[in-house]
């Protein structure tokens, strides 16, 4: 119950194309949704994040869509650049009194775009 | 605000030898998290603490132990390593319970290798 999954395992899209990634979660005490951008030899990076009283949430080219219903959120990058090719990670967490800090991680997507 | 900071970034030890890794949350943070990232099991959390005391413990053995100091440094050890304990090693902080705490940001990692 604790699991978060994620898919695809790896996306290819050209450049100036739509990247989604898909995530679904069992854990209905989950309140916190963010998505990590992770590139080679560096530590994941905090992209965006989602509380569940909202559906969507756009920072730039990055857009999170959630469905609450079906305990499923999604990330979608638009106009996709060559820049943005690296891991992505969502993840999950059900706060600070049920398990403090403690995120856990979908098993990640490689996306790769081509110029 | 300086980032997280980990030493070291990489390190090769034996079989049977035991590792201390090293963390310095950002300025302000007081709760500090450990993960270990392998390709085959992803990103798994393995402890958090909170004001010296741990607060969460992931699934894993006794070997893998952590601290953290009066001034929110944090240091894990792992003694009697074995072959799997080769990973990357994240610390993240987070200003947990205050503010925007549920945002966690992490370390570039230090890479275990155990030969």
């Known amino acids: 119950q604790q699991q978060v999954k994620q898919s695809p395992q790896s996306l290819i899209v050209q450049k100036g194309g739509i990247s989604i990634i898909n995530c679904a979660y069992e854990?209905?005490?989950?309140?916190?949704f963010p998505w990590y951008q992770q590139f080679p030899g560096k530590g994941p990076a905090l992209l965006i994040a989602?509380?569940?009283?909202?559906s969507e949430k756009k920072e730039g080219r990055f857009t999170i869509s959630f469905n609450k219903s079906a305990k499923q959120f999604s990330l979608h990058i638009m106009d996709s650049q060559p820049g943005d090719s690296a891991t992505y990670f969502c993840?999950?967490?059900?706060?600070?009194?049920?398990?403090?800090?403690?995120?856990?991680f979908g098993e990640g997507t490689q996306l790769t775009v081509n110029p | 605000k300086a980032g997280v900071t980990q030493t070291p970034r990489y390190l090769i030890k034996t079989r049977g030898q035991q590792v201390t890794l090293s963390c310095s949350p950002i300025?302000?943070?007081?709760?500090v998290s450990w993960y270990q990232q392998t390709p085959g099991q992803g990103l798994q959390f393995l402890f958090e603490y909170f004001s010296e005391t741990q607060r969460n413990k992931g699934n894993f053995p006794g070997r893998f132990s952590g601290r953290q100091f009066s001034n929110s440094r944090s240091e894990m050890n792992v003694s009697t390593l074995e072959l799997g304990d080769s990973a990357l090693y994240l610390c993240?902080?987070?200003?947990?319970?205050?503010?925007?705490?549920?945002?966690?940001?992490f370390g570039p990692g230090t890479r275990l290798t155990v030969t």
């Open positions: 989602i509380r569940p009283d909202v």
């Open positions: 993240a902080s987070s200003s947990m319970p205050q503010g925007n705490g549920y945002e966690q940001y």
């Open positions: 854990n209905t005490a989950f309140d916190y």
């Open positions: 993840a999950a967490s059900s706060g600070w009194e049920t398990s403090g800090s403690r995120l856990t």
């Open positions: 300025s302000g943070h007081r709760s």
